[in-house]
C-alpha cells in the first residue's frame, strides 16, 4: 500500500486501477461480526451454516465490500478521498480461507463536481463474487 500519498482530482485519468489482496480468516469474521452487529448463524455458526446451501460458514457479504473501501481509501484515490455512492452484486460466497483480490478501476470522471466513477470487482480464483460501481469525491490540488 502507498504510504498515505494524495491523489488529487487532477492526477487522475480514466483506466487507471489499483488492487489489494486479503485472505478472509476466522478472526476477521469473529471481528467483522462483533463491529457490525451481524451475528446471522451463516457466518458465525458451523452447524448452522453445515446445513445451508454453502455447506460451511461464509464470510459477510459486507466483508469484501469494505475490501473496497480499503483500496479506494489507501491505494486508487487513496487518502482524502470520499465515498458518495456504491452499487454492489454479491455473485458468490467467500468463505474462510479464500483470498480476495480486490481491484478498482477509474471508468469516467466528472470534473464539474470532482467525482470519479470506478468499476469495482471482488474475485476469489479468478472469479467475481462481487461485483459494482462507485462515486468518490476527490480532493482538487491545493493552489
Same mark, same amino acid.
Given at each position: 500500500?502507498?504510504?498515505?500519498?494524495?491523489?488529487?482530482? $487532477?492526477?487522475?485519468?480514466?483506466?487507471?486501477?489499483?488492487?489489494?489482496?486479503?485472505?478472509?480468516?476466522?478472526?476477521?469474521?469473529?471481528?467483522?461480526?462483533?463491529?457490525?452487529?451481524?451475528?446471522?448463524?451463516?457466518?458465525?455458526?458451523?452447524?448452522? *451454516?453445515?446445513?445451508?446451501?454453502?455447506?460451511?460458514?461464509?464470510?459477510?457479504?459486507?466483508?469484501? *465490500? *469494505?475490501?473496497?473501501?480499503?483500496?479506494?481509501?489507501? $491505494?486508487?484515490?487513496?487518502?482524502?478521498?470520499?465515498?458518495?455512492?456504491?452499487?454492489? *452484486?454479491?455473485?458468490?460466497?467467500?468463505?474462510?480461507?479464500?483470498?480476495?483480490?480486490?481491484?478498482?478501476?477509474?471508468? $469516467?470522471?466528472?470534473?464539474?463536481?470532482?467525482?470519479?466513477?470506478?468499476?469495482?470487482?471482488?474475485?476469489?480464483?479468478?472469479?467475481?463474487?462481487?461485483?459494482?460501481?462507485?462515486?468518490?469525491?476527490?480532493?482538487?490540488?491545493? $493552489?
Amino acid at each position: 500500500m502507498t504510504a498515505n500519498k494524495i491523489t488529487y482530482f $487532477e492526477d487522475l485519468a480514466v483506466g487507471q486501477e489499483a488492487s489489494l489482496s486479503n485472505t478472509v480468516t476466522e478472526k476477521d469474521i469473529a471481528l467483522f461480526a462483533e463491529v457490525s452487529g451481524d451475528r446471522n448463524p451463516v457466518h458465525v455458526d458451523a452447524d448452522y *451454516a453445515a446445513g445451508t446451501i454453502f455447506g460451511e460458514r461464509i464470510a459477510h457479504g459486507m466483508l469484501s *465490500a *469494505a475490501y473496497i473501501s480499503a483500496v479506494f481509501g489507501m $491505494e486508487l484515490p487513496g487518502p482524502g478521498a470520499i465515498y458518495i455512492s456504491q452499487t454492489m *452484486a454479491f455473485k458468490a460466497p467467500v468463505k474462510i480461507g479464500d483470498t480476495v483480490v480486490t481491484t478498482v478501476t477509474l471508468v $469516467e470522471l466528472l470534473p464539474e463536481k470532482k467525482r470519479a466513477r470506478f468499476e469495482t470487482v471482488c474475485a476469489v480464483n479468478g472469479k467475481p463474487v462481487l461485483t459494482g460501481e462507485a462515486v468518490l469525491m476527490v480532493p482538487n490540488r491545493p $493552489e
